[in-house]
């Protein structure tokens, strides 16, 4: 069970069968509300790197995963397919590096490293200053106190700080299971299936 449909002959995806469907869609997710600015928690970084081939090369999919994390490879297949026209902007943080590090594998740390690095400014301009500060602040507050885990706090006060407007996630027990009481803070928080279907109605316009 997949996400989309792939067209055997062709081998391209086949995202609606009807028009109706598409506009449907369409009005859920409208453009206007596309994610611009996406905030990559440290496991969707995790994700990228460990399945890289099958993401980012369409090799086969990797065999015996659970249909959840099934799920959210193909959505970052899909996702990374529009990606490079797309005109939206990933960030990760200095505390999704220091996550990283703890990789007890020296070959998978200095991949998620090079990979993470990729998403975190390291010019400590204004715009990152005003983030970590802000961080700082709100890790602490009754604003995201429904999430237990301090380090998951950090990253999604990291990720308010610098404006993003979705945090994405593949912890579905800890975060996304919290949004609810996360009303308050002015960020959508998506996992990978989630995040691709906002972008799914608009994916013609790149590919």
């Given amino acids: 069970m997949t996400i989309e449909?792939?067209?055997?002959?062709?081998?391209?995806?086949?995202?609606y069968n009807t028009s109706q469907q598409h506009g449907e869609d369409?009005?859920?997710?409208?453009?206007?509300?596309?994610?611009?600015?996406?905030?990559l928690d440290t496991n969707v970084i995790g994700t990228l790197v460990e399945h890289g081939a099958t993401i980012f090369e369409h090799e086969g999919f990797p065999e015996n995963v659970d249909a959840t994390l099934a799920d959210d490879i193909e959505a970052l297949m899909h996702i990374s397919a529009v990606s490079t026209r797309a005109n939206w902007m990933l960030f990760a943080c200095k505390k999704t590096l220091e996550e990283l590090a703890n990789t007890k594998d020296a070959i998978l740390r200095d991949a998620l490293l090079d990979y993470g690095s990729c998403f975190v400014d390291y010019h400590d301009g204004?715009?990152?200053r005003y983030a970590a500060d802000f961080a700082r602040?709100?890790?602490?507050?009754?604003?995201?106190?429904a999430i237990s885990g301090r380090a998951d706090r950090e990253l999604i006060s990291n990720a308010v700080g610098l404006g993003c407007d979705v945090f994405c996630t593949r912890d579905r027990s800890t975060i996304i299971s919290k949004r609810d009481a996360l009303r308050q803070i002015p960020m959508r928080i998506l996992t990978p299936?989630?995040?691709?279907?906002?972008?799914?109605?608009?994916?013609?316009?790149?590919?």
């Fill in 126 to 128: 204004d715009d990152w």
């Fill in 193 to 207: 299936a989630e995040w691709w279907r906002h972008i799914r109605p608009w994916a013609g316009l790149w590919l």
């Fill in 26 to 39: 369409c009005a859920l997710f409208p453009y206007e509300s596309l994610p611009r600015k996406i905030f």
């Fill in 5 to 15: 449909r792939r067209n055997t002959q062709t081998g391209k995806y086949q995202l």
């Fill in 137 to 145: 602040r709100l890790k602490d507050s009754k604003f995201v106190s």
